[in-house]
């Protein structure tokens, strides 16, 4: 059991790989060249991809559990609640990335 949740770790850990993909140095801001807007965009970004991440391992494990539930009402039923949970997330997750974007649109 503990072999298969390594297993299963490791292959999820793969799934974080293109957030750190994207990631980019940039030269630190001198005074008074800070945007507000660019750190609270920056924020967001993180904000999104977590969520995404743990969006997708919800959907996995709700798919893994309903696979195995072999019948049992109990873990249909759980499972169910996982999707339900992913499917929550990720529209967190776009509304995260869609509410600030309307919110800067206007502004500017």
Do not use: C, H
């Not at 949970?85 to 649109?105: H, K, T």
């Amino acid at each position: 059991m503990k072999k298969k949740i390594a297993i299963t770790l490791i292959a999820l850990s793969f799934l974080m790989v293109p957030a750190f993909i994207f990631a980019q140095i940039q030269e630190a801001p001198g005074p008074g060249e800070i945007d507000v807007f660019a750190t609270i965009d920056s924020a967001i970004n993180f904000i999104f991809t977590v969520i995404l991440i743990a969006a997708t391992g919800s959907f996995l494990f709700a798919a893994f559990t309903f696979i195995t539930a072999g019948g049992n009402e109990d873990n249909i039923k759980k499972a169910k609640q996982w999707l339900i949970y992913a499917v929550i997330g990720i529209v967190v997750a776009v509304l995260a990335r869609a509410i600030p974007d309307f919110i800067v649109g206007i502004l500017n």
